[in-house]
């Protein structure tokens, strides 16, 4: 782009130079048209700019959905120290191709910098002309930087951490230290890849909406949690703060977990073990929720295990099969879907019964 904008710029004089008419341009006519010029290359160089943010953006969104997939990948009970060291290699083409196009978005910057310059310079030469004063000029550009130097480093920082993670698991790792360890390092770099996602502006007004929406939503209910744990002593207020993240730390540390402050599996796990353990409105309703869970599928027969109200990795199994018949997504959470297909289940049951309940009594009071 450098070299087109000098091109253009040498035409331009060669042009005015070798002409038929002999008078050469005046300094307004040379002014006008190099401001008509570096407009001309201000817009191609946004045209390459926009183009590089929209690749960018689909790059990093894929990026995103494999470094998720790879943090799941270690929840699954059959996982192996031998998954957890070669997994990372998947991460790898996506990760050079966000980082590819990261670089473009970059160059493409500092043509459009470079070209806003020339503008800007032109600008001025042709209020001079035309004024025909020594105005002073001092030259400024428009391009802003793309996303926040802290969201960069953030980014950086969790990148080097899960390759500290991955090299730091051996043959002698044991597993659950190591899926712990490997699943929190993830989750830091998806959380810091999509909050640079949201600065670069990749999400539409409606999108960006629903995200703040879900965050402040699901904060709240985790300072909720934090709270009735005991860890977390401020307002419900839905902001990840400084005082949830000092609070999801602590209970880190308490139950021997990466130290992140950042809710990942093994976080979340801890956090409903200690709102259980702490007793409560909250922990009662906690255990009431999973036993009616419990007993809902051993009523299916997809639960054989008591109805005591403790939430183990067979009773996501039994409900994924669960979702499985059910036809819907088995996400091992009780979500609205599955929900709306129990109720469907359970409506048809009963009118089943209906049905099949009046013969049986007609037969036996010998009724008409």
């Known amino acids: 782009m450098r070299r087109l904008i000098a091109m253009a710029f040498g035409a331009t004089v060669l042009v005015a130079g070798c002409g038929d008419d002999d008078e050469a341009p005046s300094d307004l006519e040379a002014a006008q048209a190099r401001v008509a010029d570096a407009e001309e290359a201000v817009s191609d160089a946004q045209g390459t700019f926009d183009d590089a943010i929209s690749t960018f953006c689909e790059d990093s969104e894929d990026y995103v959905g494999a470094v998720d997939r790879y943090g799941q990948a270690f929840n699954q009970a059959e996982a192996t120290v031998g998954d957890i060291t070669t997994a990372g290699a998947d991460l790898q083409e996506p990760r050079e191709t966000v980082q590819s196009s990261a670089g473009d978005v970059a160059d493409a910057r500092d043509q459009l910098t470079q070209a806003e310059q020339e503008l800007a310079e032109a600008q001025v030469a042709l209020a001079e002309a035309q004024s025909s004063t020594s105005a002073s000029s001092t030259s400024t550009t428009t391009t802003s930087t793309l996303v926040p130097a802290a969201t960069l480093d953030r ?87 400084p005082a949830t993240v000092d609070a999801v730390e602590a209970l880190q540390t308490e139950s021997d977990l990466p130290v992140t402050g950042l809710v990942d599996q093994a976080t979340s796990a801890a956090l409903d073990a200690a709102v259980q353990a702490s007793g409560g409105e909250a922990a009662q309703q906690a255990l009431a929720d999973t036993a009616a869970l419990q007993a809902t599928l051993k009523l299916a027969g997809y639960w054989t295990g008591p109805v005591d109200g403790e939430w183990t990795a067979e009773l996501t199994d039994a409900l994924k099969d669960f979702q499985t018949a059910l036809g819907v997504s088995p996400t091992g959470a009780v979500d609205a879907a599955t929900l709306s297909a129990l109720e469907e289940t359970i409506a048809a049951a009963q009118d089943a019964a209906t049905t099949t309940s009046t013969p049986a009594t007609t037969a036996t009071t010998g009724q008409p």
């Open 155 to 241: 980014v950086e920082r969790a990148e080097s951490d899960l390759a500290d993670a991955t090299e730091g698991i051996t043959d002698q790792t044991p597993l659950t230290e190591a899926t712990a360890q490997l699943n929190a390092a993830a989750f830091a770099v998806e959380v810091a890849w999509l909050r640079l996602f949201t600065d670069a502006g990749c999400l539409t007004a409606e999108q960006e909406e629903q995200a703040v929406t879900a965050v402040v939503e699901y904060t709240s209910a985790l300072q909720a949690s934090l709270q009735t744990a005991g860890y977390y002593e401020g307002g419900v207020d839905g902001i990840y703060g």
